[in-house]
């Protein structure tokens, strides 16, 4: 079975290298046990929305996880410069779709993008506050 190469990014700023299985029924069971929930959502990312994909938990915010993951919800405005919500809990990152509409790995200058995304909110450069504030 081929695999893919993704990112698990978690609320307190762990961040691991993760392979899921490629077939989609395999790959949904697989985020669901990840990122500990029935429904995952995804949010295309990049400027045409093919260059990544975050995927969630559908209801995170409506189950009142116990915090904003800050790293994923700078990572997506860093990715698209834009946001229209936070994002709570677990949230991993696969790569864009082919032209077949299945999900691909992430390449490495996406995993090098991503880990310099949560290294610059790690040292305090790009935080959370400054989004709330563009959102509220």
């Known amino acids: 079975m081929n695999e893919l190469r993704g990112l698990v990014v978690t609320p307190d700023g762990a961040v691991k290298e993760q392979r899921f299985p490629a077939t989609s029924d395999h790959l949904l069971e697989a985020l669901s046990?990840?990122?500990?929930?029935?429904?995952?959502?995804?949010?295309?990312?990049?400027p045409e929305g093919n260059s990544a994909a975050m995927y969630v938990d559908e209801n995170g915010m409506n189950i009142d996880l116990p915090m904003v993951?800050?790293?994923?919800?700078?990572?997506?405005?860093?990715?698209n410069l834009r946001l229209n919500q936070f994002y709570y809990g677990t949230a991993v990152f696969l790569g864009g779709v082919d032209d077949g509409g299945d999900d691909t790995s992430l390449s490495d200058e996406s995993v090098e993008r991503i880990r310099d995304l949560m290294d610059r909110v790690?040292?305090?450069?790009?935080?959370?506050?400054?989004?709330?504030?563009?959102?509220?």
């Open 69 to 79: 993951n800050e790293y994923a919800t700078i990572l997506v405005y860093g990715l």
């Open 122 to 136: 790690k040292r305090g450069e790009i935080n959370i506050d400054a989004l709330k504030r563009g959102l509220g």
């Open 33 to 46: 046990a990840v990122i500990n929930c029935d429904n995952v959502d995804v949010v295309r990312l990049g």
